[in-house]
């Protein structure tokens, strides 16, 4: 298995609803991202996790919420979001060590109502 | 600091056409270099990369070259395809750092 996988592809989701975005890699890698991505502008940082622990948070609202059950695994949880957060959110993975690069899932496709 | 510049677009060729599109960064030390794609409604690709200066990254007909002393990682191919329209990022990953560094991206289109 060479990829990251999402879920879902897309989500509509009301300001007072809790939701949760997943991300999957099985290729043994040490860090994981999420990144959100408006239309037109490149990804933004919002966290990562390396070696299953939350190294970067880039200021993030605590309306988000990241988890890292396991290396493989990596949730974004949704609490009382707002029509700006209305965006493409990206995950990534990353082997690390002497190799430093990072590989992206599809994404998510969220609309906040 | 890091940073990335690379051109504005839209950039509008036709098919067959020679492309370039330029990028420079600003780091200290000695990052890594990248190019992503990403094609509508989808994520980021990596395109190609290069670890070192003199590097030279290649796929699917696209190369570019890690030239340190002009701080540059152009992106370039001989001919474009209308399968090549999509948004092109740069970025560099600073060394043993978890973060990258994007460009602002690229839109390409090509002309059939």
């Known amino acids: 298995d060479t990829e990251v996988t999402q879920t879902p592809k897309h989500l509509v989701m009301g300001m007072t609803n809790k939701k949760s975005l997943k991300c999957e890699q099985h290729?043994?890698?040490?860090?994981m991202y999420w990144y959100k991505q408006k239309a037109k502008k490149p990804p933004e940082l919002m966290f990562v996790?390396?070696?299953?622990?939350?190294?970067i948070n880039e200021s993030v609202p605590s309306r988000f919420s990241p988890e890292c059950p396991n290396s493989s695994l990596l949730n974004l949880h949704l609490h009382a979001l707002q029509p700006e957060d209305s965006a493409l959110y990206l995950c990534?993975?990353?082997?690390?060590?002497?190799?430093?690069?990072?590989?992206f899932g599809p994404g998510t496709r969220l609309t906040v109502l | 600091g890091n940073s990335v510049t690379q051109m504005e677009g839209p950039v509008t060729l036709s098919e067959e056409a020679f492309l370039t599109i330029n990028c420079t960064y600003t780091?200290?030390?000695?990052?890594?270099l990248f190019w992503y794609v990403q094609y509508p409604g989808e994520g980021l690709q990596l395109l190609l990369k290069?670890?070192?200066?003199?590097d030279k990254g290649s796929n699917k007909g696209f190369e570019a070259t890690y030239r340190k002393e002009t701080t540059s990682f152009h992106l370039e191919k001989g001919s474009v395809q209308v399968s090549d329209s999509a948004v092109y990022f740069c970025?560099?990953?600073?060394?043993?750092?978890?973060?990258?560094?994007f460009g602002k991206g690229t839109r390409l289109h090509i002309l059939p």
């Open positions: 290069a670890t070192k200066a003199d």
């Open positions: 970025a560099l990953a600073p060394n043993r750092d978890d973060k990258i560094i």
């Open positions: 780091a200290t030390g000695y990052p890594s």
């Open positions: 290729m043994g890698h040490r860090a």
């Open positions: 990534a993975s990353n082997p690390g060590l002497a190799r430093n690069e990072q590989f």
């Open positions: 996790y390396s070696y299953e622990k939350l190294s």
